[in-house]
């Protein structure tokens, strides 16, 4: 005689487990947060430093394209 294994149940969600997937990503946010601004303003910061691009002010023509 076989018998069919039993699936185990799922265990129903509680209060709690809102609670520690919004402290997950709470976590997560602060840890990873500076880490990707650091990394975007390093990819889209101008390569000259904040005084020449003063000194050479923004009234330069745009080129065509």
């Keep these: 005689m076989r018998v069919k294994a039993r699936r185990p149940r799922t265990r129903r969600s509680t209060p709690g487990d809102a609670s520690v997937a919004l402290i997950m990503a709470v976590m ?3 840890v990873f947060g500076p880490v ?3 990394h975007l303003i390093a990819a889209f910061a101008a ?3 904040p005084q020449e691009m003063v000194a050479r002010g923004s009234g330069a023509a745009l080129p065509p394209g």
């Design 47 to 49: 390569d000259v430093p």
């Design 28 to 30: 997560m946010t602060l």
């Design 36 to 38: 990707i601004g650091v």
